[in-house]
């Protein structure tokens, strides 16, 4: 709905009208989650997300044909809700099992052909808006408005729903205007997440290792993976992503991606034993990467303001906890709890 053709309007009735127009900031596994739920149920939806592409930290770099998986590795399945999911998605082609990574005959699902490829499947149905950082949000009579960096944005909306990960999320809580959001930026404080440098290679030929290799904690390393061991990658490149340990990411934060490469690169020689240098390199730094402290809540919710919030952050480290915390939102913001 747009702000202008509203204007005049009386009073929106927070606390009993439906809830039509919901915006969702932030497109990760928790955006996307809430996203198909809120659709699903006859809600018109714009997800705002700040990347090129959705999937947030479930992310699928490109180098020319070279393909790196440089976020989450894979997803493990505990609880029923996401166990429940894994059919339709393997029907649909967007996930499969990546024997390599499975542990003790528990399987490890991965996107296909990238980790990325959940998202828009997710996503059908919504109106995205990518590349549209949101640096400012706030109530007035006519609902919630969003600003991203170009001003105020047009639309107004009954609902608004954040699941960046928390330090962004609080960033944008403090600067909400109009409303007294306290116990929102108050929450945002209690949530920790260890930073990871990644490494991304890719060799002319193939190198004598096993295709995941996970390293105990003390070292520069954590985990190593063939990434083109993953179902349908191109398994002619030899493609690497190598992922430092929490504490070693913390202590080299600052450094430059170049020196990341040279230290990542000494070490995962070592490690391996192998001598040859690639034909790719690339460092990312995740400033958020995985959460060490989570909130120990399934999510936020306040229905007289109709804010949301929800991510891996609300409740551990890896994707199934978003994925829950979406769910677990989303039935709050669709009256199924309280
Ligand atoms: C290196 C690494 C390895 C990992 N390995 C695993 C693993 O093997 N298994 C596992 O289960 N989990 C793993 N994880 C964790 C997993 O990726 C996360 O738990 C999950 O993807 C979090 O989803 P989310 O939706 O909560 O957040 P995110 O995926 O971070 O989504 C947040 C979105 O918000 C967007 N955004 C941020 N600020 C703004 C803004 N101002 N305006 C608009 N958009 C904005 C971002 O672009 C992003 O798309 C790993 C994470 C990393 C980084």
């Given at each position: 709905m747009i702000r202008s053709a509203l204007a005049g309007d009386a009073l929106i009735n927070r606390g009993t009208a439906t809830m039509h127009n919901i915006a969702v900031i932030g497109a990760g596994m928790a955006g996307c989650t809430l996203a198909r739920r809120l659709i699903d149920a006859g809600r018109s939806v714009q997800v705002f997300d700040k990347g090129r592409a959705a999937g947030g930290r479930m992310a699928t770099r490109a180098a020319g044909r070279l393909r790196f998986d440089h976020g989450a590795q894979f997803m493990s399945v505990r609880g029923e809700a996401l166990q429940g999911r894994l059919a339709d998605w393997q029907r649909a082609g967007v996930i499969a099992q990546w024997p390599a990574a499975a542990i003790d005959g528990d399987p490890r699902w991965v996107g296909v052909p990238g980790m990325n490829a959940l998202a828009p499947r997710l996503l059908w149905g919504a109106e995205i808006r990518s590349q549209i950082a949101?640096?400012?949000?706030?109530?007035?009579?006519?609902?919630?408005?969003?600003?991203?960096?170009?001003?105020?944005?047009?639309?107004?909306?009954?609902?608004?729903?954040?699941?960046?990960?928390?330090?962004?999320?609080?960033?944008?809580?403090e600067r909400c205007?109009?409303?007294?959001?306290?116990?929102?930026?108050?929450?945002?404080?209690?949530?920790?997440?260890?930073?990871?440098?990644?490494?991304?290679?890719?060799?002319?030929?193939?190198?004598g290792a096993d295709?995941?290799?996970?390293?105990?904690?003390?070292?520069?390393?954590?985990?190593?993976?063939?990434?083109?061991?993953?179902?349908?990658?191109?398994?002619?490149q030899e493609c690497w992503v190598v992922h430092a340990d929490a504490q070693w990411s913390q202590d080299h934060l600052e450094c430059s991606p170049e020196e990341i490469e040279a230290l990542l690169l000494e070490a995962f020689a070592a490690a391996t034993g192998c001598a040859a240098m690639p034909v790719h390199r690339c460092a990312h730094r995740w400033r958020y990467a995985r959460v060490i402290r989570p909130l120990g809540r399934p999510c936020l919710w306040d229905a007289d303001s109709r804010l949301g919030y929800a991510s891996d952050g609300c409740l551990g480290e890896r994707i199934e906890d978003a994925f829950d915390s979406a769910n677990a939102l989303a039935d709050r913001v669709l009256g199924l709890v309280d």
């Amino acid at each position: 709905m747009i702000r202008s053709a509203l204007a005049g309007d009386a009073l929106i009735n927070r606390g009993t009208a439906t809830m039509h127009n919901i915006a969702v900031i932030g497109a990760g596994m928790a955006g996307c989650t809430l996203a198909r739920r809120l659709i699903d149920a006859g809600r018109s939806v714009q997800v705002f997300d700040k990347g090129r592409a959705a999937g947030g930290r479930m992310a699928t770099r490109a180098a020319g044909r070279l393909r790196f998986d440089h976020g989450a590795q894979f997803m493990s399945v505990r609880g029923e809700a996401l166990q429940g999911r894994l059919a339709d998605w393997q029907r649909a082609g967007v996930i499969a099992q990546w024997p390599a990574a499975a542990i003790d005959g528990d399987p490890r699902w991965v996107g296909v052909p990238g980790m990325n490829a959940l998202a828009p499947r997710l996503l059908w149905g919504a109106e995205i808006r990518s590349q549209i950082a949101i640096t400012g949000m706030g109530a007035d009579r006519l609902g919630w408005w969003l600003a991203g960096e170009a001003g105020m944005l047009a639309d107004c909306f009954d609902a608004v729903l954040v699941t960046l990960p928390a330090p962004q999320a609080a960033g944008l809580f403090e600067r909400c205007a109009g409303m007294d959001i306290k116990p929102f930026i108050d929450a945002m404080q209690d949530i920790r997440y260890a930073p990871c440098w990644t490494l991304m290679l890719s060799f002319a030929e193939r190198i004598g290792a096993d295709d995941c290799l996970r390293f105990d904690a003390g070292g520069a390393l954590n985990w190593a993976a063939r990434d083109s061991s993953k179902p349908q990658r191109d398994s002619a490149q030899e493609c690497w992503v190598v992922h430092a340990d929490a504490q070693w990411s913390q202590d080299h934060l600052e450094c430059s991606p170049e020196e990341i490469e040279a230290l990542l690169l000494e070490a995962f020689a070592a490690a391996t034993g192998c001598a040859a240098m690639p034909v790719h390199r690339c460092a990312h730094r995740w400033r958020y990467a995985r959460v060490i402290r989570p909130l120990g809540r399934p999510c936020l919710w306040d229905a007289d303001s109709r804010l949301g919030y929800a991510s891996d952050g609300c409740l551990g480290e890896r994707i199934e906890d978003a994925f829950d915390s979406a769910n677990a939102l989303a039935d709050r913001v669709l009256g199924l709890v309280d």
